[in-house]
């Protein structure tokens, strides 16, 4: 029964999604970028890391990050305005100016970070059913991933890489599908159990728990690409759609952690970033498939926008002197260095240190502004400077899942 109601809910959604008359509409467009970005398949590694460091507190663990993450997005919301809106009177050597390619650099950096990040991510999820593979895993990973970002880079040099991206933009809706169809099979499963067989751990939650917390802030970003739509979209339409895409993608996030709340003692102890898959099994085995595809399909999409991203931003923060093949080599060096020489946890938090600095680099040009043109007060300055802070705590000790 599980899975009928799985398959049924993805099936619906998915094509609810892809022929609906609000799927064709401005505004579901202008969402659906920044929402793919999110919704990755860190609401999939986040339920077991919490689970394992806060016990049943995970999902208030949760809640905070995504707080930290709205906040952070209502600073990139007031620079689509008002920064968009004063940088047209800037000239090139003004020293704002100068801080706003600093910070288009820094996100050019998270993103290539990020593209390894996805896709070790992807290799993992992809080589879990092969769990014989013992110590050549990571070898065969580090060289699948390799290959993924050469195969990338060699499209994006022969232009066809617009191709994959507009593909991997309609697999959104399977990957919402795929996703509602995990939650809908949780939630009957929970349900119809008569008895929940699993002990559900305590709540424990120290300061040590901070650094593992903010060393996951990379898996509820991607809001921030509503920032650079100016060309598709306007300025209320991309504040509008990135504010619908946190919070859509926050009833997603807290929907899992609540759900998974029986089962909370089995993901504490998942093995392995991919470890949900194992969790999902012990709800009914064809659902790890749901996962694995969800997986799949989230960071392979993702992986694609942020490899696009990086090398886009490096062109434009040269004003073009950096040719795109340069600039795409240059990004996905990057990407296949920290592939190498880093394992999966630690990605994550190094993908979550290089979004983190972008994020803090925001709030100081937004309170930059701010006080340049008199648009908000000091109240809300005080609320860019905390942000600012948390995000720059979240670059320094933002720690591995691991450690």
């Known amino acids: 029964m599980v899975i009928a109601i799985s398959i049924l809910v993805a099936a619906l959604v998915t094509i609810a999604l892809t022929f609906g008359n609000f799927a064709k509409s401005h505004i579901w467009r202008a969402t659906v970028t920044p929402l793919a970005s999110i919704i990755g398949s860190g609401f999939l590694i986040c339920g077991p890391l919490l689970a394992r460091e806060f016990g049943s507190g995970a999902i208030a663990a949760m809640a905070l990050l995504l707080l930290i993450a709205y906040a952070a997005g209502a600073v990139l919301r007031y620079n689509i305005v008002h920064v968009e809106n004063h940088s047209v009177s800037l000239g090139f050597h003004d020293r704002l100016a100068w801080a706003m390619r600093f910070a288009q650099i820094l996100l050019a950096i998270a993103y290539a970070v990020s593209v390894a990040y996805y896709l070790k991510l992807l290799a993992e999820f992809l080589l879990k059913p092969f769990a014989g593979l013992g110590s050549s895993h990571t070898l065969i990973s580090n060289i699948l991933v390799t290959a993924i970002i050469a195969g990338f880079t060699l499209l994006t040099l022969s232009g066809d890489l617009r191709k994959v991206e507009h ?148 062109v434009e923060v040269s004003r073009r002197k950096l040719s795109v093949r340069a600039a795409f080599f240059a990004a996905s060096a990057l990407s296949v260095a920290v592939v190498w020489l880093t394992d999966p946890f630690e990605v994550i938090a190094l993908s979550s240190r290089a979004f983190a600095a972008y994020y803090a680099a925001q709030a100081l040009i937004a309170i930059w502004v701010s006080k340049r043109t008199g648009a908000g007060g000091g109240l809300l300055r005080t609320g860019f400077a905390l942000v600012g802070l948390i995000c720059l705590v979240a670059t320094l000790v933002g720690a591995p899942a691991e450690s």
């Open 167 to 314: 593909a991997a933009h309609a697999s959104v809706s399977v990957k919402i599908g795929l996703i509602a169809g995990v939650l809908a099979g949780l939630g009957v499963w929970w349900a119809t159990s008569p008895v929940i067989a699993f002990t559900i751990p305590s709540v424990h939650a120290t300061w040590s728990g901070l650094p593992l917390l903010l060393g996951l802030l990379i898996t509820v970003q991607g809001f921030e690409t509503s920032r650079y739509l100016g060309e598709h979209y306007d300025q209320e339409t991309r504040v509008h759609t990135m504010r619908l895409a946190q919070w859509i993608s926050s009833v997603i996030y807290l929907a899992f952690l609540a759900l998974l709340t029986p089962i909370l003692g089995p993901a504490s102890q998942a093995e392995g970033v991919a470890g949900i898959y194992d969790v999902m099994s012990l709800v009914a085995p064809l659902l790890g498939l749901f996962v694995l595809g969800a997986a799949l399909t989230s960071q392979l999409s993702a992986a694609i926008a942020d490899s696009i991203g990086s090398g886009g931003l490096l």
